[in-house]
């Protein structure tokens, strides 16, 4: 997954010193350029994110994404023609921002290098997993504010906290106020809180269903903790995490926990060369797990792993888990 294993592209390509340096020309950058500041209202406009504070006077216009998830929230947004670069799929992108993904240049099927960022020339990069920004692959904040780019990462790497829906309207808020498009945001955050709180009508008198994610693992078990959106997803969808207090968004599980914790069902999240199918496979032919209700009952739900982090997919998540967990229920 691209927070947990950041690669470097070993084709990286080299530029001159001189390419460098243009993205920052004069040392001016987007957010110190008069005549953009003049056509732009709303701005100066001051945002803290994950403790890096910066201030903006126009709308950033040229755009790196690294991750899925952040990509989406920007073609949620409609702002499609300010990417110039992107990278890091988890799986595949819905199709209702197919066509805009295709216009868009990808850097690098993982994450690209710092000199691949330089290469797009851009003037803000958004990154979904503090792994975009590792230093150890020279892709910084710090770095690339010292080449006049701006940074922003995903709140639910940063935020800790019992309200992950909360934070995930505010980083919508936020990401629509940086470009100059809040009334979209805000649009999107009134369908999102109705399509939760349908959700939530349906299930309303339904007891929970435990549940115990299984993302990958072979000696033990990656899941989801109790911190960030995916358990919370979990809990709008009427389930129970087993795994619930485990203080982090993701964590690894001994498999004897699991069998201990005895869950009804196992979401399992679809994405990278595994298949569903093989991880079903690996679940069901091991002797250890035979007694667990869920394996008994063969019952599973399946989530792209896209559907289960911080951006615009959660709340139909909400609603496609709940599908599967109470299917007698949530029928229309």
């Not at 199709?95 to 290098?113: F, H, I, M, R, T």
């Not at 595994?274 to 394996?295: H, S």
Request: proline share 6%; net charge negative; aromatic share 8%.
């Amino acid at each position: 997954m691209s927070w947990r294993t950041p690669a470097l592209i070993a084709a990286a390509v080299l530029l001159p010193l001189t390419l460098t340096a243009c993205s920052a020309s004069d040392g001016d950058t987007a957010d110190e350029r008069p005549e953009a500041a003049a056509k732009s209202p709303g701005f100066p406009y001051t945002v803290e994110n994950c403790g890096v504070t910066t201030t903006y006077q126009a709308p950033p216009r040229r755009v790196v994404t690294m991750n899925q998830h952040v990509t989406e929230i920007m073609l949620e947004l409609g702002l499609a023609e300010s990417l110039v670069g992107t990278a890091y799929l988890d799986d595949q992108v819905l199709p209702k921002y197919a066509k805009d993904y295709a216009s868009v240049p990808v850097l690098a099927e993982k994450y690209p290098s710092y000199e691949q960022v330089l290469a797009a020339d851009p003037d803000f990069v958004y990154g979904g997993y503090a792994s975009a920004f590792a230093a150890g692959d020279g892709r910084s904040r710090e770095a690339l504010g010292k080449s006049g780019i701006d940074s922003r990462l995903n709140t639910e790497s940063c935020t800790e906290g019992d309200a992950p829906m909360d934070t995930l309207y505010e980083e919508i808020r936020e990401v629509g106020r940086t470009f100059g498009v809040t009334d979209r945001a805000e649009a999107w955050i009134e369908r999102a809180t109705a399509e939760n709180a349908a959700t939530a009508k349906k299930l309303a008198d339904l007891d929970p269903v435990s549940v115990f994610v299984y993302d990958s693992g072979d000696k033990t078990a990656f899941t989801a903790g109790g911190e960030g959106i995916g358990n919370e997803l979990i809990e709008r969808a009427g389930g129970a995490n087993v795994f619930a207090d485990l203080d982090k968004p993701f964590g690894d599980a001994s498999w004897e926990n699991v069998v201990a914790r005895k869950p009804e069902a196992i979401v399992i999240y679809d994405y990278g060369s595994t298949t569903v199918e093989q991880k079903k496979k690996r679940l069901l032919t091991d002797p250890a797990l035979a007694g667990i209700p869920a394996i008994k009952n063969r019952r599973f739900a399946v989530l792209p792993l896209s559907d289960a982090v911080l951006g615009v997919r959660v709340p139909a998540a909400v609603g496609k888990l709940a599908a599967q967990l109470h299917p007698a229920d949530t029928t229309p």
